[in-house]
């Protein structure tokens, strides 16, 4: 398994070295301020050769493809830029985020952040590393917890429901933050920097790898909108530590907020 984590790392670090080249092209997707550049899809197609070698026989959900609903085999869910529009403006705060799943589960999640060369990993059962040195999450009481989130902006029917949360969450707790990348907000909350993170829709791209390092970190990973944890659907996020996550769940669903 040594070998198997020393090649995933250098994969991954590679394809965030192609993040150092600014967009060459820039083009609009789906939804509000949605956007793809030449970038991302340079490193899905890095990342799709390297990773289906590595693990003969898996499959690849990947942000800029087309893709089959996850199943029960060994599927990759790969985000190659996470935080396209922070990459857009040279706001580096992007990542490579990349899980590994069985039977429909996380069983191995890294998110490596270039800029600031961090490398968060996890396996299954065996806790959470950032650039090998074992990490947990904070203890820090809700009523003094930092705050992070995302806006959902592709989804412009959830921004009023997004700041309004944000507007809840900021009376109760210390503060906010917002960093444009989910997957480096749930990795750096795993570490202990932020004690809650929240957003309204996300993709499996966005939270399966950095949904793994925060439950091996001792966090608490919720799906509050679905009946059930799925990680092959787009949903709302709440993550938290263990010392905030009952009182931020109860927030999140207060009618009123």
């Given at each position: 398994?040594?070998?198997?984590?020393?090649?995933?790392?250098?994969?991954?670090?590679?394809?965030?070295?192609?993040?150092?080249?600014?967009?060459?092209?820039?083009?609009?997707?789906?939804?509000?301020?949605?956007?793809?550049?030449?970038?991302?899809?340079?490193?899905?197609?890095?990342?799709?050769?390297k990773l289906?070698?590595l693990?003969?026989?898996?499959?690849?959900?990947?942000e800029?493809?087309?893709?089959?609903?996850?199943?029960?085999r060994?599927?990759?869910?790969?985000?190659?830029?996470?935080?396209?529009t922070?990459?857009?403006?040279?706001?580096?705060?992007?990542?490579?985020?990349?899980?590994?799943?069985?039977?429909?589960?996380?069983?191995?999640?890294?998110?490596?952040?270039?800029?600031?060369?961090?490398?968060?990993?996890?396996?299954?059962?065996?806790?959470?590393?950032?650039?090998?040195?074992?990490?947990?999450?904070?203890?820090t009481?809700?009523?003094?917890?930092?705050?992070t989130?995302?806006?959902?902006?592709?989804?412009?029917?959830?921004?009023r429901?997004?700041?309004?949360?944000?507007?809840?969450?900021?009376?109760?707790?210390a503060?906010?933050?917002?960093?444009g990348?989910?997957?480096v907000?749930l990795?750096?909350?795993?570490?202990g920097?932020?004690?809650?993170?929240?957003?309204?829709?996300l993709k499996?791209?966005?939270y399966a790898?950095?949904?793994?390092?925060?439950?091996?970190?001792?966090?608490?990973?919720?799906?509050?909108l679905?009946p059930?944890?799925?990680f092959g659907?787009?949903?709302?996020?709440?993550?938290?530590?263990p010392?905030?996550?009952?009182?931020?769940?109860?927030?999140?669903?207060?009618?009123?907020?």
């Open positions: 398994m040594f070998e198997f984590e020393k090649t995933l790392k250098d994969i991954a670090m590679h394809a965030g070295d192609m993040f150092s080249v600014r967009p060459a092209a820039v083009e609009q997707k789906e939804g509000h301020a949605n956007f793809v550049t030449n970038i991302d899809t340079a490193v899905e197609s890095f990342l799709g050769e289906l070698s693990v003969p026989g898996s499959d690849m959900i990947g800029e493809q087309e893709n089959q609903p996850l199943s029960d060994l599927t990759w869910i790969v985000d190659p830029v996470d935080g396209t922070n990459l857009i403006h040279d706001y580096r705060v992007s990542a490579v985020s990349i899980a590994l799943c069985e039977n429909r589960q996380p069983v191995v999640g890294l998110v490596w952040q270039p800029y600031t060369r961090e490398l968060f990993y996890a396996e299954k059962g065996k806790g959470t590393t950032l650039n090998g040195e074992p990490v947990h999450v904070a203890d009481p809700f009523e003094k917890a930092l705050v989130f995302g806006t959902a902006p592709y989804y412009e029917e959830l921004a429901r997004s700041m309004d949360l944000a507007g809840s969450f900021l009376h109760a707790c503060d906010l933050r917002r960093s990348s989910a997957a907000d990795a750096t909350l795993a570490c920097r932020h004690d809650i993170f929240f957003e309204m829709r499996p791209w966005d790898a950095g949904s793994l390092l925060l439950r091996e970190a001792g966090g608490c990973f919720a799906m509050p679905l059930s944890p799925d659907a787009s949903s709302a996020i709440l993550a938290a530590t010392a905030c996550f009952e009182k931020a769940l109860a927030l999140f669903l207060r009618p009123d907020t």
